[in-house]
């Protein structure tokens, strides 16, 4: 029989408060501070830094709103511990400009009116820089050809080319990002103008 049926009194585990100091380098910048061990890399950039690019959206991973780069790799900010990260080299929408000079595929968005309602373009931004340096380095997605040079591994392990990018393969690796304005379609051109 359960405990609680019998009426037991069960003193609540004490809320333990972990914090350390960790190292990060945002928007070039290092930076220590010390974080909760529970707060995530998206609520350190929006609390701590001041950096409201990210977004939290569904705060589950699912739609791309906070994504920003972890050391060159596109992320879910919302999904990692600031704790876990320590000495990381994050990237968010507003790192990518080189002072006043848009990052081109900031400049393609612009150009192109990538966006609506705007909530989800810095993710989507960040997530495109992040996919094109993927595709450049050869990593094969799940539209990527079985006979493209990308898919075919060298004796190391590694892909032997870049993965050309057509739209197909474009909506594939952005398909993390969602935007509920729909404005896929001027996307995938504002990328496609970044490779072009």
């Known amino acids: 029989m359960d405990s609680l049926a019998l009426g037991a009194d069960l003193e609540p585990e004490p809320v333990v408060d972990e914090h350390s100091a960790v ?3 945002v928007n070039g910048e290092e930076t220590t501070l010390t ?5 995530t890399v998206l609520e350190t950039l929006r609390e701590d830094f001041g950096l409201t690019g990210a977004k939290k959206g569904c705060d589950h991973g699912q739609c791309g709103a906070c994504t920003v780069l972890v050391d060159g790799r596109r ?3 919302c999904l990692l511990l600031t704790v876990a990260r320590n000495g990381a080299t994050i990237t968010t929408v507003e790192g990518l400009a080189d002072g006043e000079t848009l990052h081109p595929v900031q400049q393609a968005f612009v150009e192109r009116d990538a966006l609506q309602c705007g909530f989800c373009t810095p993710g989507q931004i ?3 820089v992040g996919m094109l340096r993927e595709a ?4 094969p997605s799940h539209a990527t050809a079985p006979d493209s040079p990308a898919a075919a591994a060298g004796p190391d392990g590694t892909a032997t080319g870049a993965v050309v990018l057509d739209a197909d393969e474009i ?3 952005m398909s993390g990002n969602l935007c509920r304005c729909g404005a896929y379609p ?4 504002a990328i496609e ?3 072009e």
């Open 23 to 25: 190292t990060l380098y």
């Open 35 to 39: 974080v909760d061990h529970r707060a």
């Open 75 to 77: 992320v879910n900010s």
């Open 126 to 128: 960040c997530s495109a």
């Open 136 to 139: 450049a380095d050869g990593h």
């Open 171 to 173: 909506r594939e690796r």
């Open 186 to 189: 001027r996307i995938v051109e």
């Open 193 to 195: 103008d970044v490779i």
